[in-house]
């Protein structure tokens, strides 16, 4: 998955521009840990209504051609 996110990032962001990847450990409930990972790039994004559904089956490609401006 993580390089899916990258590799995404990098085919689709504009010429020039930049990616940045950052990671963060993060403490949880009862002493449990995570990691914060993060991918950024400088395309324009989606709608804010469709990031609950991003992770749904299906949805990445419904959502393909919805973008913020």
Known sequence: MHVNLIENALQHAPGGSKVIVTTQTMAGEG???WID?????????LAAEDLPHLFRQASAGALAGRVVR
């Not at 990972?37 to 994004?45: A, I, K, N, Q």
């Open 31 to 33: 002493g449990s840990r």
């Open 37 to 45: 990972y993060c991918v950024t790039d400088s395309r324009l994004g």
